[in-house]
């Protein structure tokens, strides 16, 4: 496939994301305090769709881990705000299945194998170790979000989440400048800056003072 088609799958995905944050933005700036709509969940979750295969067409491992620990969050919290069964029931059973379909397919027609993933001579070992960590961490705030949210019985952004995808956001940063990735760098560039937003807006919250 043209790198070009590649880069544009990986854009277009960050462009989602991003989309994804700038709505959550407004609605939290309109309302003065940290909101998620349900259309947040449903772009986070094609977005994942579309970075996962961007990962797997760059042979990047961590792209594909950290689009794999938090792609069943984003169902989950389409579940917990009772919106999973709107989706076509055949789009639900493609969707549990996207992932492991993709994995299968790659190994199974030769396309990439353990050595391709894990000794590419684009990445050396201590640049996919830094960016396994970094896609970890920041998988690590929907984990942290998933558990929270649970607790609660409905889909909450608390402090920690926003916490956890600052330092998350910029390990991969770090790691995009040095892997020359322009599709992560622009995506958690963007991040980076509602992330650090969102903060002082639960810090409002908390305090119970507003602009």
Not at 10 to 20: E, H, K, N, T, Y
Not at 56 to 77: A, C, K, V
Not at 93 to 98: A, D, S, W
Not at 174 to 184: E, Q
Request: proline share 3%.
């Amino acid at each position: 496939m043209p790198n070009w088609v590649i880069i544009s799958i990986g854009f277009l995905a960050q462009a989602l994301f991003s989309s994804r944050l700038i709505l959550q933005w407004i609605v939290s700036e309109k309302n003065k305090k940290v909101l998620t709509p349900k259309l947040f969940w449903e772009v986070s979750l094609f977005a994942s769709v579309l970075l996962f295969l961007y990962g797997y067409l760059r042979h990047d491992f961590s792209i594909m881990l950290g689009q794999t620990l938090t792609y069943y969050i984003y169902i989950r919290n389409i579940q917990l705000q009772n919106h999973w069964k709107e989706f076509p029931k055949i789009a639900r059973i493609f969707l549990y299945i996207f992932p492991a379909l993709i994995v299968l397919y790659g190994f199974n027609n030769g396309i990439f194998d353990v050595d391709l993933l894990f000794k590419n001579e684009k990445i050396p070992m201590w640049l996919l170790s830094l960016g396994v960590v970094s896609q970890v961490l920041f998988t690590f705030r929907f984990v942290y979000q998933w558990i929270y949210s649970e607790r609660k019985h409905e889909s909450q952004l608390p402090m920690g989440f926003w916490a956890i995808s600052l330092t998350g956001s910029l390990l991969i940063l770090t790691y995009a400048i040095i892997r020359k990735d322009p599709v992560l760098f622009v995506g958690h560039f963007m991040g980076f800056i509602v992330y650090a937003r969102n903060i002082l807006i639960k810090r409002k919250e908390k305090n119970g003072s507003v602009d």
